[in-house]
């Protein structure tokens, strides 16, 4: 059994091509700039030739290409975008207009001359151009896709707030990590950013869809010295956002949520060990441009720091040598695909047929 695993990121893309034919170790993996990522090079390259950007494709993650798109407007230098794509910048149309663009039809950016630049979070093509330059198949049994997605938020509703309320109706639903998992079907539909992701792949081969921050975490519980421990911490530090899991087994105790360059090393500490005591509050993270906090039940949380913080994600060098004493998850000795490992269980948990394969190369999940 053939399964991609793409963990779709702010800075990068973590792809895993697992086989249950071959040793975890033996795996094909690539860790690749991020979708986002890569439409801000395509718009700042028009920026450079003072072209215009036209944007098609479908709703991907933001950040660094609203960033790049913002430094071609300001540069007085014309965007236009078709609504499914204008939507990656903002859920409301006119506030994409008043950033400056002009949202056209599919064919009128058909005819426009200019730098073309489709958005999308999941490029199936350009993956498979790379394995065959290595004599690798592109054809899959199945595919585990994983984003970030805040969710089309309510006009009146802060986007922040709309995500973390998500991420805490899953935990009270059924609290266990591999709940976060789920078929193209299942997915809510205010999650349209992940909807964009699942609608291709569901038309190659099976796809199951887990949120990028619960699946690192998963991932990092398949290092054997995390999974030593019962209770946990587990920090995923993404280059945009840091998630902070309180777990005794795959149940979450607290969780929080907040914005990697938000935050202090200081800080993170501070909020890590008010996760662990139930003192933290969903306002105070916030209030601080966070998303929010949650506790599940007042009888899991603790009176000190467990044992086990582990740290995955491509920003852990900020706590490097915290009195946390944290211990840097790397599970089959790689850090970067963590989420990759979470999202093939997740696939398990999606499609029960897959779940011997996975496990007897996994082995069993802590």
């Avoid at 991020?34 to 993650?61: D, F, H, M, Y």
């Avoid at 009270?172 to 997915?187: G, I, K, T, V, Y």
Wanted: proline share 5%; charged share 25%.
């Amino acid at each position: 059994m053939r399964i991609l695993a793409i963990d779709m990121g702010t800075g990068t893309q973590d792809i895993l091509l697992f086989d249950s034919e071959r040793p975890v170790e033996n795996s094909i993996k690539m860790v690749l700039p991020s979708a986002t990522e890569i439409a801000a090079r395509r718009i700042r390259r028009a920026t450079a030739n003072r072209q215009a950007a036209i944007l098609t494709g479908v709703n991907q993650g933001g950040g660094p290409c609203g960033w790049a798109l913002e430094s071609h407007l300001k540069a007085g230098l014309p965007a236009f975008a078709t609504e499914s794509a204008a939507v990656t910048f903002d859920d409301d149309l006119d506030r994409v207009r008043e950033m400056g663009v002009t949202v056209i039809s599919d064919d009128e950016a058909a005819s426009l001359a200019g730098e073309h630049v489709v958005l999308r979070d999941l490029d199936l093509g350009a993956i498979r151009t790379a394995l065959a330059a290595f004599e690798e198949p592109g054809d899959f049994d199945g595919l585990a896709l994983g984003c970030l997605d805040h969710g089309a938020a309510p006009t009146d509703v802060s986007d922040r707030v709309f995500r973390f309320d998500h991420l805490r109706r899953v935990v009270e639903s059924r609290n266990d990590l591999l709940n976060f998992a789920a078929a193209p079907a299942d997915l809510p539909p205010y999650l349209t950013r992940a909807i964009a992701m699942v609608s291709e792949a569901a038309r190659e081969a099976p796809v199951a869809f887990m949120d990028t921050g619960p699946a690192a975490a998963l991932g990092a519980l398949h290092d054997p010295v995390v999974a030593e421990h019962d209770e946990r911490i587990v920090l995923n530090s993404g280059n945009m956002h840091l998630l902070g899991f309180h777990l005794r087994g795959r149940s979450v105790a607290s969780l929080f949520e907040h914005h990697t360059g938000e935050l202090s090393t200081e800080k993170i500490e501070t909020f890590t060990r008010r996760l662990a005591d139930g003192s933290l509050t969903n306002a105070e993270v916030f209030s601080s441009k966070g998303h929010g906090a949650y506790h599940s039940a007042r009888d899991l949380v603790s009176d000190t720091v467990p044992g086990m913080v582990a740290v995955t994600g491509p920003q852990r060098h900020r706590l490097r040598g915290s009195p946390l004493d944290p211990y840097f998850a790397a599970p089959f000795g790689d850090m970067m695909i963590s989420g990759c490992f979470g999202l093939l269980r997740g696939y398990g948990e999606v499609y029960p047929a897959a779940r011997e394969a996975i496990d007897c190369q996994l082995g069993p999940l802590a």
